[in-house]
């Protein structure tokens, strides 16, 4: 294990982290885009490793992408972004032209919470991202309850959690609880069965005390996603 002196959060002793990158693409290129990607990305994945790659298919902004990176540490993110500016071929064959496509981009840092390992689903099917702004204080205020609701919807069995996100560098207090079901169907009508729930009923009253806000995205995940 590795101890990082830019990471402050409770997982600051397991170097290991995720960088969550959002590209809001031009809406005309979107295609063009993903082409490039998919034609391209083995000049990435040469130097990082890539966790996940979706395109969003509802909630919020749309023509929009979502990767996971991991690193060991900080150190060796530094090592890959060295390495990939001195590598030509990735600069001009994906970089340059995927900027071109792309109108905003977005990055966070984010640990997996102590208590939660990536999981990968037992086959492919579609991922809801849902991010929870939580008030000021952090895992020590509002840690317990959270995990109390997570765990009272993976009791349910109607969706599989495959990592709970804990943000360090980005808006902070923020958590991320990435999800994998069949079909946005089958989601569905897990979500309504979980309403009918009064374990998860009040699991999620406790939780909610500490909620500022709460936002989800429907994700398609790509044909070089390693998560599908």
Known sequence: QVCSSFATGPRQYDGTFYEFRTYCVKPSKMNEFLENVKKNIHLQTAHSELVGFWSVELGGRINKVFHIWKYDNFAHQTEVRKALANDKEWREQLLIPIMGLTDKQESEITYLVPWCKLEKPPKEGVYELVTFQMKPGGPALWGDAFKRAINAHVELGYSKLTGVFHTEYGALNRVHVLWWNESADSRAAGRHQSHEDPRVVAAVRESVNYLV????????????????
Request: hydrophobic share 30%; proline share 12%; no cysteine.
């Open 213 to 228: 806000s709460q936002q989800n995205m429907l994700l398609i995940p790509t044909s070089y996603s390693p998560l599908k």
